[in-house]
C-alpha cells in the first residue's frame, strides 16, 4: 500500500506553496487508494508554535485534505535509537555553525578523521553516485562527493531536520514523499541515511516551487498568501483549488462549488509525469 504524509511545519500559516505540496501528496495516494498521515514538524522547538498547528489543522480541513491519521510530533519522538544505528558512519565535528555556514555547510577543520569526542555530530556521506528518480523531475544523479556531511545533531543537542524527517518517514511507514521543490536537493542525502538506517528509500515527488510578487519563494510574509487570509477575504475552498489545482497540470472544473468535489473530481486526471515543474507566481 501505497503511504504518504503531510508534514507541515507550525512555525506559520499554511499558504499557497504548501497547498500545492499537499495537494499534490493528497491526490496521488487517493488516487491508487493508500494511506495519507499527518505529522506536525515541530523539531525547531524555538520557532513552533501549538496554536499555528491547531490552525493549520483546520485549514486542512477546510481545504478537503483529509488525512487517515495523525503520527506523533516530532516533539514526541526519540532520536537516540536512530542516531546509535548510523553509529558506524558519524563523527564529531568541532567547527563553529558560522564557520561551517560560510564554507556551504561543510567541516571545514578536518573533523572526519580526527576522531574528536565532542561536537556536532556529522554523517560521513559514502563517495559514488546517488540515483534519485523524482515522478515529476525525472532522473537526477547527484555526485555524493560534493555534498557537505550533513549535521545530524547540533553541538547544543538538537537533532536536526535532516535526521528527524528520515528517521519519522521510516517509523511511520511512508512509502512516498511528496514535498514542495524547494526540497529535492535533500533528496539524495535523506536516500543514503534512509538505507543506513535499514529501509529501502520512498517514492519523490516534488511539487512545483511557488514564488511571491518579489521573485521569493512564498512564505506567510507575501500578501494574501495564507489560506486563513484568503478565508478572510471572502475566498471559498474551491477559489483556492481553482487557483492551484493549475500548478498540478489539472483543470478546475467551472462548476464545482465545494473544494472537496474539486479535488474528487481532479483524482482521475492526476498525473504526476504531467505536473509543470514551475515555478509559479502568485500575486493578489
Known sequence: MIVGRLAPTPSGRLHLGNVCAAGAAWLSVRQRGGRLRLRIEDIDAGRARRDIADAIRGDLAWLGLSCDDETPPQSQRDYAPALARLAPHIYRCACTRAASRDAGGTCVGGCRTRGLQAGAVRFALPGGVETIVDRVRGRTDVDLAALADPVLRRRDGCVTYTLAVVADDIADGV????????LADQSAVQAVLWRALGADPPAWLHAPLILGGDGKKLSKSHHAAAVGDLRE????????WRVVLPWLGLTPPAAATDGLAMLHHALPAFD?????????????
Open 175 to 182: 512509502t512516498e514523499v511528496a514535498r514542495g521543490a524547494d
Open 233 to 240: 477575504l471572502g475566498w471559498s475552498a474551491a477559489d483556492v
Open 272 to 284: 504526476a509525469a504531467r505536473i509543470p515543474r514551475g515555478p509559479f507566481t502568485w500575486m493578489l
